[in-house]
């Protein structure tokens, strides 16, 4: 995040103070926007390129939002490391860089420029675009980009959703059609995703199998993504129609469903859901 040391990328009508910035590409992308690259990229009407997009969200100076894409990639990911590490960086694309400026931001962000008034959508110009503005999912309401909100949230904090899981809790259930999966276990402060001694959850068999169709029928790209995770596991992540997984190749699975709303549904390791997180991680895209 800029923070409020934003920097100014100077476009043809106007400054755009920069509030921060995030990744459009396959292995990274705002999960918001869909649940693989190409439909992030059809989301803001955008061409999926191999290299993916800079997303760079900032006010102009009458305070209105912008969402300006570039293809200066490398450029974006600097930035951004750069702040995660608590540097300062100026992040000021080159306009010949510049792909798109679309209204709105596509994210919540917390922080505005001061000195310009308070963010909001800029005047509809259709001259410039007739798209909508752009604006963060209600997270009032459980839906598709809610549920990937979710599974975001639990990637990022997997230790503390881990925790909350006792190994015996997972008691050994049938595996219809050789599914492997055992009964699942609710965290903490969760909505229960299945009671004891109930046959798994009908949703985790349904996703393990459309997970496991996916080690032989490729999946839009970004359906799967890997990550660094500690020691040598991976984060490992893959989305389909209605749902999201998060997991540890050396641990268990967490998923979510769009019928389910606001359920966390944790999967224990059994016979079958090692060897399918090793086959999926294969096939994920992984960051640059």
């Not at 992040?91 to 308070?118: I, K, N, Q």
């Not at 503005?133 to 997270?139: A, I, Q, R």
């Not at 349904?206 to 984060?235: H, I, K, M």
Request: hydrophobic share 40%.
């Amino acid at each position: 995040m800029a923070g409020t040391d934003e920097a100014v990328a100077a476009t043809e009508d106007d400054a755009l103070y920069v509030l921060t910035a995030v990744l459009l590409t396959p292995a990274q992308f705002p999960s918001v926007l869909g649940d693989d690259y190409p439909e992030a990229c059809e989301a803001l009407g955008l061409t999926p390129l191999a290299d993916g997009y800079g997303l760079v969200l900032g006010q102009d100076g009458a305070g209105a939002r912008w969402t300006v894409v570039v293809d200066d990639v490398s450029l974006v990911a600097v930035a951004i490391a750069s702040w995660d590490c608590g540097m300062e960086y100026d992040l000021s694309p080159d306009e010949r860089t510049v792909v798109a400026a679309l209204p709105g931001w596509p994210l919540a962000v917390a922080v505005a420029t001061p000195g310009v008034p308070a963010p909001h959508d800029p005047e509809p110009d259709p001259e410039l675009t007739d798209r909508p503005p752009l604006s963060p999912p209600d997270t009032s309401t459980w839906g598709p980009a809610q549920r990937r909100l979710g599974a975001d949230e639990i990637a990022l904090q997997w230790a503390a959703w881990r925790e909350q899981i006792d190994d015996a809790d997972f008691a050994p259930a049938p595996a219809p059609d050789g599914a492997g999966a055992e009964e699942p276990a609710p965290p903490a402060g969760a909505t229960a995703g299945a009671e004891s001694g109930r046959t798994p959850h009908s949703g985790i068999r349904r996703v393990l199998a459309e997970a496991r169709f996916y080690l032989d029928n490729p999946p839009p790209l970004g359906r799967v993504r890997s990550s660094f995770a500690s020691g040598e596991a991976r984060t490992l992540r893959a989305d389909g129609p209605g749902w999201s997984l998060v997991a540890r190749t050396d641990d268990i699975a967490f998923v979510l469903l769009d019928d389910e709303p606001g359920e966390v549904l944790p999967v224990g390791r059994g016979p079958e859901l090692p060897a399918l997180l090793e086959a999926l991680d294969k096939m994920a895209v992984r960051p640059a």
